[in-house]
């Protein structure tokens, strides 16, 4: 990952520079797990804390 | 001489040059405010529900509204614009009338691996606009979440604000209010101020999950009589109340199309999404007049400050389908009837035995239905597209029926995920946790740990 232009300069670029240029897919993958991950994580979470209200009730 | 005239061309297309970077970054401007403007809509919602919320649910009905932005944000990135670029003919995906539509053109301009959908010193519009779609996805979740307060478990509501937010409402948009969307084409189908396509999505949404929620612990009586339930602070409510009127001037902003780009409908006027012509003194006068409208007919008939401000959005619903078209003062009189009704029909909702806490599915839901329909009654002949003569126009059987397909495209949804997710036992809290409190059970903070002190001795 890094600049996708090794030209030392911005002259020129006039298009799409962002830096994962060629693993968009991937980070696209990376960033839809971590949602999917935080998701399960809530839920346990929510889970836990209701079941342990129903048992201190 | 020809000397002469070379460097004046050369001057001309200097000046061309750089009145067309002008305009290019002004209009990137102009969307770019929007978004902080539509942010403040949800500085609104947090002080809305937290303050119709008892103290002992306070903080999680917070996290709820923050997590609904938070999530609408990705979702809309990785699929929520694709749709509303690939569908507005219909689940086919075909391409519509104006090039401008269907799954070839959305994998150019909507795609999440795509060369626009990142920094590109080329496009100085998808991420503008992206922005603006992505705050309508969060605001038409963030209308499902009070209805559902205190007893709706957390990761079951972000789903259901996801499929809302960056579906439910997307595809209302892409066939409601895409130049190429078939509402438009065929029925002449107009809605501004997106009252149908956003509020009445999400009021119905919300409506087809409280069937399956279930009302609150206490909220009913064994003879079937309802109970208030009070929130905590409702100054609170009433702040936020104004704060998403401060915001909603930003959505309704980010409703028109700049000119003289090549995107736009025309390259020196204003114009609805639609292509039609407008101007911002236009919906100036009337979001101000059905504002106004909006709170002096629920004050008439209700003397409640709750309702009043409900009035203040329920109002400029009223009125958003024609907002570009209607006459102050008429846009005034629809605000007013609509909101005198408002207060009527939350009692009816509450009589059906369905606990909307904050009156969501009656100021969204039913004032969005009623909005749609009422530019029909108003507003019929317009020319609903631009264009020459033979393009569809709006009319009330148009309007009508778009209002029914408003209605569905939020209930069936809304209905089929919340019975999902009951029948895995997934939707509702926990009885003891419901009683307890929610931030006792579950949130590592507390909103007043000194307390809330009770009232000072009354003043000699």
Known sequence: ?57 | MEEQIAKLAAEVAALKAANATGNTITAEMYYYVTIPLMVLIHVGFLGYEMGATRTKNVLASGIKNILAFAFMVPTFYYFGWFVYWAFPTGFDMSAGPNGISGWAYAVGAANPVGAVMGPNLADNATGVFWGAFTLFAATTASIMSGAVIERIRLVAFVILAIVLGSFAWVVAAAWGWHADGWMVQKLGYHDFGAAGLVHSVAGFFALGVLIHLGPRIGKYNADGSANHIAGHNLPLTLIGLMLIIVGFWGFLMACLIFPGEAWSWSATELTSIYGTPMTLSAITFNILMAFAGGIIGAWAVTRDPFWMMSGALGGIICAAPGLDLYWPPMAFAVAFVGCVLMPYSAKWVEKMGIDDAVGAFTVHGVLGAYAVIMLGVFASGYPALSGDAGVATITLWGQFVGAIIMALLGFVPGYLFAWLFKAMGILRVGEAAEIAGLDPTKVPASAYPEGIPASAAPAE
């Open chain 1, 1 to 57: 990952m890094g600049a996708p232009f090794d030209t030392g300069t911005w002259n020129g670029i006039t298009e799409s520079m962002y830096n994962a240029a060629g693993a968009e897919a991937l980070w696209l993958f990376i960033s839809i797990a971590l949602c999917c991950l935080a998701l399960w994580m809530g839920h346990k979470h929510e889970s836990e804390s209701y079941e342990k209200a129903e048992n201190d009730k």
